[in-house]
């Protein structure tokens, strides 16, 4: 890419030098400080601007708990109790290979749902079936593993800014091949008015109704996601009799994440991000050169760095102004009872 179209930090970097005046004019600053306001300038372009970050949809598959064995005798029957013979931990199995279990409904000696290392199986024990009466004895260091089913939340990448909502895992509203679902039946019965052009408004209608429906009395799964914890909480039933999630389900949440450009070097020759990386050098520039305000140079040059600090803090203000004007998307607001 030419020079005044960086595609790379390096070449950003060297743009936004040559714009403060670089080679011609000395650029006081370290280049360690110039990797800095880089970082701190695609955190606020990828923060604020529209075209900062992509939508996505993130595959997860959910995990159980796991705990691995030195020695079994039988296997254990899908979702019946296992007990620890010493710490009387149970769980509810789920799948077994010749080094590990997986289990899920944990709960620790006082039947307290656990995700706690303190209170759950140990080394060395021997694990029991309620039903098969099979055993394996626990091995490893820490004892057991935990997933998703017990941690209650999913793990997200450092680079995900927000997550917008799942899917739900049974959508009742959905299509389904059952025939003897709601669904089906519902749809094989109406397609015959679809097809004729007759009951398409019928149709929309009474569709929306039911979504109505759902929503008043089945509701969708609260979420919750906070960027700095990298943590999908999803408040649904993960113990229950009747669970909402099941080990080795795939759930599917829409979200939003940083754009990353190592993978889009174009990121880099974004007019924005150029003009506020060249300010954030020069507000540097000026903050090294304050100290030496008034010290003046061979031939009689005199430094001036409070006035470069107070044209960069100036550009800097009127660029985040241009950002909330022009780049950033307008706020989504809630309607609701009041």
Same mark, same amino acid.
């Given at each position: 890419?030419?020079?005044?179209?960086?595609?790379s930090?390096?070449?950003?970097r060297d743009?936004?030098?040559?714009?403060?005046g670089?080679p011609?004019?000395e650029i006081?600053?370290?280049?360690d400080?110039?990797?800095?306001r880089i970082?701190?300038?695609l955190?606020y372009?990828n923060?604020?601007h529209?075209e900062?970050?992509?939508?996505?949809?993130l595959?997860?598959?959910?995990?159980?708990?796991t705990f691995?064995?030195?020695?079994?005798?039988?296997?254990f029957?899908?979702?019946?109790?296992?007990?620890?013979?010493?710490?009387?931990a149970t769980?509810?199995?789920?799948?077994?290979?010749t080094?590990?279990?997986t289990?899920h409904?944990?709960?620790?000696q006082?039947g307290?749902?656990?995700?706690?290392s303190s209170?759950?199986?140990?080394?060395?024990e021997?694990v029991?079936?309620s039903?098969?009466?099979?055993t394996?004895?626990v091995?490893g260091?820490?004892?057991?593993?935990?997933?998703?089913?017990?941690n209650?939340?999913?793990s997200?990448a450092e680079?995900?800014?927000?997550v917008?909502?799942?899917?739900?895992?049974?959508?009742?509203?959905?299509?389904?091949?059952?025939?003897?679902s709601f669904?089906?039946q519902f749809h094989?019965?109406?397609m015959p008015y679809i097809q004729s052009?007759?009951?398409?408004?019928n149709f929309?209608?009474?569709?929306?109704?039911i979504q109505?429906l759902?929503d008043?009395f089945?509701?969708k799964?609260s979420?919750?996601f906070n960027?700095?914890m990298d943590?999908?909480?999803?408040?649904?039933?993960w113990?229950g009799?009747s669970t909402?999630?099941?080990p080795?389900?795939?759930i599917?949440?829409?979200?939003?994440r940083?754009l990353?450009?190592?993978?889009y070097?174009?990121?880099?020759?974004?007019?924005f991000?150029?003009?506020?990386?060249?300010?954030l050098?020069k507000r540097?520039?000026g903050?090294?050169l304050?100290?030496f $305000?008034g010290?003046?140079l061979?031939g009689?040059v005199?430094l001036?760095g409070?006035?470069?600090?107070d $044209?960069?803090?100036? $550009?800097?203000?009127?660029?985040h102004?241009e950002?909330?004007?022009?780049y950033?998307?307008?706020i989504?607001?809630?309607?609701?009872?009041?």
């Amino acid at each position: 890419m030419s020079a005044t179209k960086p595609a790379s930090r390096v070449e950003l970097r060297d743009y936004c030098k040559r714009a403060l005046g670089h080679p011609v004019v000395e650029i006081n600053v370290d280049e360690d400080q110039l990797d800095d306001r880089i970082d701190e300038a695609l955190e606020y372009w990828n923060e604020y601007h529209h075209e900062g970050t992509e939508k996505i949809y993130l595959k997860h598959k959910i995990t159980g708990s796991t705990f691995a064995i030195s020695a079994n005798s039988g296997t254990f029957s899908k979702e019946e109790t296992i007990t620890g013979g010493t710490s009387n931990a149970t769980a509810t199995f789920w799948s077994q290979n010749t080094t590990t279990v997986t289990f899920h409904s944990h709960n620790d000696q006082n039947g307290v749902q656990n995700n706690n290392s303190s209170s759950t199986f140990t080394a060395g024990e021997t694990v029991t079936g309620s039903g098969s009466g099979s055993t394996v004895t626990v091995h490893g260091t820490p004892a057991v593993t935990f997933g998703d089913m017990d941690n209650h939340y999913i793990s997200i990448a450092e680079n995900v800014i927000s997550v917008t909502g799942i899917f739900d895992v049974n959508d009742s509203g959905s299509t389904t091949s059952n025939m003897f679902s709601f669904q089906y039946q519902f749809h094989l019965n109406e397609m015959p008015y679809i097809q004729s052009g007759a009951g398409i408004a019928n149709f929309a209608s009474t569709m929306s109704h039911i979504q109505l429906l759902k929503d008043l009395f089945v509701g969708k799964k609260s979420i919750r996601f906070n960027r700095h914890m990298d943590r999908l909480y999803i408040d649904w039933d993960w113990y229950g009799i009747s669970t909402d999630i099941e080990p080795d389900n795939w759930i599917v949440a829409e979200a939003y994440r940083s754009l990353d450009g190592t993978t889009y070097g174009d990121v880099f020759n974004d007019m924005f991000l150029k003009h506020y990386t060249t300010a954030l050098f020069k507000r540097q520039w000026g903050m090294n050169l304050i100290k030496f $305000e008034g010290v003046q140079l061979p031939g009689g040059v005199t430094l001036n760095g409070a006035r470069i600090l107070d $044209e960069a803090k100036e $550009e800097i203000n009127a660029l985040h102004e241009e950002m909330r004007l022009t780049y950033e998307l307008p706020i989504d607001f809630m309607i609701g009872p009041g």
